[in-house]
């Protein structure tokens, strides 16, 4: 029995393969893009997740209800964690985590870029990566001690155990011994926390000039919480921590006349959860996925394929009447209701599991060019943990009851005695049809809408000023094989007398996000005239506002000609002036109230506020300094625009003579502002894609659609033919219908998309205002696409020979 059911549903699909071809084009396509949407949400809901006890884990973080605006803070203080530790001993293990930027390995003689994070000893304990050598309890006991990644012991010590063997980290011309003490898992793309090596927080450098200071902020810690003390009930206990460690800050904001939070807080320590660390902007500086932008990409997986089964569900409706013949004889023959819904409903599995295979290898074999389209870092060996195995048998269960139950089960109960008579019609379909058309065009239009608007916004963050000029200028990162400093005096040795080459820099920080990838942030915070201010720190060399053209608003620039430039003398930002309180805060002293060590920093100029990170977010305060002795991490050098052409290719040269041991993959800094905006630009991408899958898929369904109404509509026609109708006035005729749904579907569809973008963009303090052309540019798009679908069905019918079509009925 079940070899004829299926011999028979290959001759049908075989017999009707231009169906058979639509759906399994159409399914497939919408399981390729939902694979793709639906592994983006696997490795970003299950960030974090694989730690044991991760219930029990949580970063701290500050809470300021501020009068203007509450913020959170997820860099600590140097002394939080040790006064944390102190005051609470019930908690289980304390951790301080500081990402540092690549530092220069050494062993055996190779020399390597990796990726050092400063932490404590209890990171093993808070942690549960694997550890694949050496004892968790000791491994970090010692400050000389090391635990390397498998990568990181691979590329220095190849199949050779490592564990006892020495290693020296830091920069060039200052490399510190450590002993291996274990050999620590790969960090998994789904973890916040990314390594090649570990070693203790005291060997960070400034860490003894930092080690007391409760204004800085210059880490992640991570708590891990007691069996059976709830996260709420411990933050209460924080109230105490918060108001004997920071009694300045909240004495600030009493004075600023900031009003407590509904929790009670001016200022308060908080706990967010490990797994909800990375959905966190704010507590992640920035570097976090939205969690609603998650459940947009869900819902667009969503979506498409909900537009896919519609489109199912109709061609299997429009077929439905041309086997309605078929259904009556077999019936007149005794074939039961129950024998010919499986078997119908059979062919419609079929055609479901071969759109799934399908689909299934396109993803397979298009998933390297999205990876790299989309900088995404998908992987479908995800595609094959237990979770997303049950969630494709559910999505392929779930689809083929859903579109082919509903037509089998319609069909399976034909009347006989009508079948054969020939009065199977559905002149007037009802409610269902209608609805899904308007669905389907609903959805497609809202995610047009969406597509444009987050294209918009994108292109305004690229236009947004800066603050700086940022054309003509190349961004060279120094690595750490190279000691920056050296190599910024030898290429202003080499281009002194080049008139192509206009000014050249150095800087701590880069701007925008260049090839190496690497992002620090330092902040430096101190109290003044009884104000709480807190500021960004940036290390720079002579002619850093000429190579960016800014213009001090007031003071000077640094100068050679002034010694006293390179050891205590600062540029600040207008920003910080007003935080301040100081209208002209030329000559004034920057630090502690308190501070009598004579350490302070006087102020020579106040430059206009930019952009050192995103222009997504608000440009925060800034202060400039020279040192003789911190590193120089990246290089700017600006062209002439009469030379941009070969500047990059000139500059490369000249590099390559000024520190040959150091790959040279600098960019301009147009391009790396570019890539501030990759998230977003990343998420127009998708809803671009799926935008145009979703149009694609509804206008397929359309199709199909306009094919059922012709056939049943076909005697009709021919009259009003007969009695002169046109072909213009029987084209309009057919398509009024179709219009009248796609203008339902826009009036659902405009003011959802409005409401759902005006969310996302209150994200970014930089945005556009949504203009009411998009909604009207989008909606004469859908009619004109709906319209051009049916035409040519519409056409076909007007121009088929009315005898012809009369005869046949």
């Given at each position: ?128 990566f694997p550890l694949l050598s050496g004892n968790r309890a000791s491994a970090l006991r010692e400050l ?504 990059m290719e000139k500059v490369k040269k000249a590099w390559t003579r000024a520190a040959p041991q150091v ?43 306009a094919l059922l109404m012709m056939e049943q509509r076909t005697k009709e026609i021919g009259v009003r ?89």
């Amino acid at each position: 029995m079940f070899r004829s059911y299926v011999n028979i549903a290959l001759r049908n699909l075989w017999k009707n393969r231009g169906y058979a071809i639509i759906n399994v084009v159409g399914l497939a396509t919408a399981f390729c893009i939902c694979t793709f949407l639906f592994l983006t949400a696997y490795l970003h809901l299950t960030y974090d997740s694989f730690h044991e006890d991760g219930d029990r884990i949580f970063q701290t973080y500050s809470f300021t209800n501020n009068p203007e605006k509450a913020t959170k803070r997820g860099a600590m203080p140097l002394p939080f964690a040790p006064a944390l530790k102190a005051d609470y001993p019930e908690l289980e293990a304390v951790t301080r985590v500081m990402t540092g930027r690549k530092s220069l390995v050494e062993a055996n003689g190779k020399y390597l870029d990796k990726l050092i994070n400063y932490t404590d000893p209890d990171f093993l304990r808070v942690f549960s990566f694997p550890l694949l050598s050496g004892n968790r309890a000791s491994a970090l006991r010692e400050l000389s001690s090391v635990v390397i990644s498998q990568n990181m012991a691979h590329d220095l010590f190849g199949t050779a155990n490592p564990v006892g063997k020495r290693l020296r980290i830091g920069t060039d011309g200052d490399l510190k011994d450590y002993m291996v003490t274990g050999i620590i898992s790969n960090a998994p793309d789904n973890s916040s926390i990314q390594y090649d090596a570990l070693v203790r927080i005291e060997n960070a450098p400034n860490y003894q000039r930092s080690k007391g200071n409760w204004s800085d902020g210059s880490h992640a810690v991570f708590v891990k919480l007691p069996l059976h003390v709830a996260q709420g009930t411990f933050e209460e206990r924080l109230k105490t921590f918060a108001k004997k460690y920071y009694p300045g800050t909240i004495n600030e904001l009493i004075k600023k006349k900031a009003r407590p939070d509904e929790r009670g807080d001016l200022f308060a320590v908080r706990l967010q959860q490990l797994s909800d660390v990375h959905f966190n902007r704010e507590i992640s500086d920035n570097r976090g996925t939205p969690v609603v932008a998650i459940y947009v990409i869900l819902g667009m997986a969503v979506f498409i394929l909900l537009i896919a089964c519609i489109n199912f569900i109709n061609l299997s409706i429009a077929r439905s009447f041309t086997r309605a013949r078929e259904v009556g004889v077999r019936k007149s023959l005794g074939a039961l209701r129950r024998g010919l819904f499986i078997q119908i409903w059979g062919e419609s599995a079929l055609i479901c599991v071969i759109g799934f295979l399908a689909g299934s290898g396109l993803a397979y074999g298009l998933m390297p060019a999205f990876n790299a389209a989309f900088g995404s870092r998908l992987n479908l060996t995800n595609a094959f943990q237990p979770g997303f195995i049950g969630l494709n048998l559910v999505l392929i269960v779930v689809v083929t009851l859903v579109a082919g139950g509903y037509p089998a089960a319609q069909m399976a109960g034909f009347n006989t005695v009508s079948v054969l008579k020939g009065q199977i019609t559905t002149k007037r379909p009802g409610t269902l049809r209608n609805a899904l058309i308007v669905t389907q065009f609903t959805l497609a239009c809202l995610l047009a809408c969406c597509t444009v608007i987050a294209y918009q916004q994108v292109n305004h963050l690229r236009q947004s000023p800066v603050g700086f000029d940022k054309e003509q200028v190349i961004s060279i990162p120094v690595g750490a094989q190279a000691n920056g400093r050296q190599v910024l005096q030898r290429l202003r040795n080499t281009f002194a007398s080049d008139p192509a080459i206009v000014s050249i820099t150095g800087t701590s920080v880069n701007l925008g996000r260049g090839r190496d990838h690497v992002s620090s942030r330092s902040t430096w915070g101190f109290s003044y005239k009884g104000r709480q201010v807190s500021a960004d720190i940036l290390l720079v060399d002579f002619d850093y506002l000429k190579t960016l053209h800014i213009k001090p608003l007031a003071g000077r620039d640094f100068d050679r000609a002034y010694a006293s430039d390179s050891v205590d003398r600062v540029l600040i930002t207008q920003s910080l002036a007003r935080m301040m309180g100081e209208k002209n805060p030329v000559g004034i002293l920057l630090g502690d109230d308190d501070d009598t060590t004579g350490t302070k920093s006087q102020v020579i100029g106040v430059v206009p506020d930019f952009h050192l990170y995103s222009v997504a977010d608000e440009a925060k305060p800034i202060i400039m300094h020279l040192s003789g002795s911190e590193p120089i991490h990246y290089i700017f050098v600006r062209v002439t625009p009469q030379s941009l052409a070969g500047s990059m290719e000139k500059v490369k040269k000249a590099w390559t003579r000024a520190a040959p041991q150091v790959e040279f993959i600098g960019t301009f800094l147009d391009e790396n502002v570019d890539a501030w905006y990759q998230n977003e630009e990343h998420l127009s991408q998708v809803l671009s894609l799926a935008s145009g899958v979703a149009i694609l898929l509804s206008c397929i369904g359309l199709f199909a659609i306009a094919l059922l109404m012709m056939e049943q509509r076909t005697k009709e026609i021919g009259v009003r033919k007969v009695l002169g109708a046109s072909i213009t006035g029987i084209v309009l005729l057919l398509s009024r219908d179709f219009v009248r749904l796609v203008l339902i579907a826009l009036c659902i569809a405009l003011p959802l998309a409005w409401y759902g973008m005006q969310q996302w963009l209150a994200n970014y303090s930089s945005r556009i205002t949504i203009s009411a052309w998009v909604f009207v540019a989008v909606g004469i798009a859908a009619i004109l696409i709906a319209l051009l679908t049916v035409s040519y069905q519409a056409t076909r019918a007007a121009l088929m020979n009315p005898v012809k079509s009369l005869r046949s009925e």
